[in-house]
């Protein structure tokens, strides 16, 4: 069935669908947002995401692909861009607000080039930014043509951006930052440099036409602007998944894929000249390693070698073996005594001005750390302490007694290099300093890094390569870095490895081997030991009341039900926040939901109402809606999913809801008897606690924990290890034994990890002697 | 249905009352700033908003006593005022406060030529040479800016943008 009636259609290009055979499909909006597949005829036309055409034909009904808009191609008219990313930049010019902005906009038919130049008369411009206050108009005017001096580069670029179709304003305003007056030139003549920041779908078929129209580009699909273009998204693709590098064999036809091209001999000479010559991968033997990251791991080993080599001086002087001993007694006194094995790792730690502080969960890593950081303190030497998350950084400065007042704590990394930041800016205070006759409050001050200063950084094997090489960029010479965690809990979410590899030799490293936190009768760490040696251990079928690890089989979609009834054997939630956790290893998963994190904590909220025995009504009265499926009562757990250091919150941080208002829609919560109020929108950063991933769960520990077995790529040796452990008393696993089996069979994630460099201080004296 | 704001309202008319001192301005002496002036040749704000509000009162239009507030909290208030300051010699409504090295260094280089201007009015060739300097500390200030954000891509995301020509 068809409709004859010619009509005309203004439509945004989605995506193109399928090119070939004279002709191109494309589906796209129209202005009323409506969702369209247009066909158009002939084997010119080539549109790209973002471009808005109009076009003129019919609509047929294919029995296939269902209502399509059928016209020839060579009577499609591409459309002027909209000003959907000029006017939003123009109006951040001071003096133009969005009114002026869209005026400005209209009445120079899109083209500012020159209008802000002197091109235009003063008073014409005046005009048109606002014809009924002249005098102020003027003033305004004179205002953007002073700042246009400074931007116009940046307008340029936001300008190309737009008449190519790409229409996301925060991209192109990064964009036209990262590449500043240089931008056009640089995309005009290679295009592909915006492979960098938008996707290959999108910057491929621009790319393509732009450099087909080249006289000096023979051949537009295989020139080295896109052979080099390919390798850059597939080498992004590998570090995306946490490698730094990418093997070699293999390499070329991945990047033929890309280019969607045969893989030939030629084509695979023709990418590794481009790829060698432009330095778009490093030669690492076996392997490619990634440009950015190699840079990155160069610099790091080139510090880790000079630093365990003793080539940086430090302030502090640390005594020979019998005094360091005597004074370690004399702190030992005042804090917690030490197991010989601890104290061994205390006075190595302290020799080295590049430290790693390693042991499985529960070796008392916290309380050696503690004795490092005072013994330290007690030679004269300054401390600063970080981690990754919030809770992370908590629980270091809990665990090493830095949380009082006159205390220093721990701060996330990130708050630890905004700090740093600021220093070098002349401030010496997070807000305000103190004032005359305040007393001084070490907590306010921003950190300091020195050549006197023992730098530790806590759950170090989940800090990526990025953020090491922020963290050691920001350590001037003489300052030490001891590096505490556990290789075998979850590697970086990021890319690359660094605590693995230096962990990994002794020349730096001090090991704790015997198990303190769990007591040994609960049968947690024998487990976890088998666990870690990748072998499936022989769990006790799980029984109510039963201390220790055990199992619980559950089915297919019996999972969330099983969790449920155990967290129920366990005593809830009911008590404190430390008395259970509930892990699972995927937070949201459509199509599948039982056991995520999402259906849990749904579940878990459910059943805590259902036993107040509330009617319908009451339920629904007591209940504020949240975002991302969260439904939250009175006493439910929560967790906060950022810092907040005004708030005193951060990432990672529990506590419970103390009180709601359904019609105001906010929720009131103790956060260790604090209370904070989240209206509707500040519940974006709110979650219920009943269950967590394995990543939040890192660095805490709880009686109980129910662990939701899925069938899930990242469950491998180390995830179950780090569940498991979070444990001190119980833990239940609930799910298949084929599962188990699956998951501890699997290579741990940080040994899958290909990277570029393993740090490598065999060379250094330290190694040496190791 | 929630109240609409009196805000842009206001705004509307405080750009009508800026346009008439700026046309009192031109056609004075242009000695005397028509705007109150605060210690330091700084606009007084308060000043402006109370005479403003006498203005607008006249019209039948009432302006909140708190309506100062807004030339601290909403940009676009400031930024009209600050046009219309200029052009008198007054400093801006919201001065910034320098917020790095670079900045510091570009405040210092504002404050010499305002010294060359005291000491040798008309000396154009000792000012052009301060605007040749500031022109050339902002290229570098962005210049810096840039590096830096190319940099912090590498970090976040193993990244090299790539900026020279592919051979």
Known sequence: MTSPVPERLVVQVGSVLWSGGGATVFGGKTADGEAVRVVGKGRTFQPVAGEVYEVEGEWHVSARHGRQFYGDASRFRRKAPSGRLVVPWLQRIPGVGPKRAKDIHRHYKRRLDGVFDGGVPLEELAGVIDPQRPNLAIRVAVAIMREWQEVKGEYEAVRWLEEHGIEDVATAIRIARLLGPEAVRLVERNPYVLATVLPWPKVDPLAKRLLRGRADVEDHLRCPERLVGAIDVVVQAAVREGHTAVPKAGFEDLVAERLDLRPTPALAAAVLRAGVANRAVVDGGDRWRAPGCAVMEEDLAARFGRMAAGGECCRVRVPQETDLRRILRLVERQGRELHSEQREAVLATLRRPLACLTGGAGTGKTTTCRAIVDLWEALGGHVQMAALSGKAALRLSEGTGRTGPGARPALTIYRLLLGLRKRTEGETHWGRPPAEGEEPDPARELPELTDRTLLVIDEASMVDLGQMHEVVEAMPPGCRLLLVGDAFQLAPVGFGLVFHHLAAQAAVTARLETVRRQEDASGIPAVSRVVRACRVPDLPAYRPGMRGVSFLAAADGEIGDLVERVAGDLGGHAGRLSDLMVVSPVNHRPGRPDGTVRDLNRRLHLAALARRDLTEEESEAATVKGYFGNLFSVGDPVTFLRNDYELGLRNGSLGRVVSIDPEAGSVTCDFDGEEVSFADRDQIDLALAYAVTCHRAQGSQARSVIVALLDAPNVDPTWVYTALTRAEETAVIVGTSNVLERALGRTPAHARRLTGCTFDLGSTPAGKAA | ?167
């Open chain 2, 1 to 167: 249905m929630p109240r609409p704001s009196t805000i842009p309202a206001l705004l509307e008319e405080l750009k009508t009352y800026l346009d008439l001192k700026d046309a009192e301005w031109e056609q004075g002496d242009r000695l005397r700033p028509t705007l109150p002036v605060a210690h330091g040749g700084k606009v007084n704000v308060r000043a402006l908003m109370r005479e403003f509000g006498a203005w607008a009162e006249e019209r039948g239009v009432d302006v909140p006593d708190s309506a100062w507030q807004y030339v601290y909290s909403q940009q676009e208030w400031a930024r009209e005022i600050d046009a219309v300051a200029q052009a008198q010699g007054l400093t801006c409504a919201r001065s910034r406060a320098p917020d790095s090295a670079d900045d510091a260094a570009h405040a210092r280089i504002a404050r010499l030529g305002k010294e060359v201007k005291d000491q040798s009015e008309g000396h154009a060739q000792a000012r052009a040479r301060i605007a040749h300097l500031e022109r050339q500390l902002a290229d570098r200030e962005a210049e810096n800016r840039r590096l830096r954000e190319r940099f912090a891509l590498m970090q976040r995301t193993g990244t090299i943008l790539r900026t020279d020509d592919v051979t």
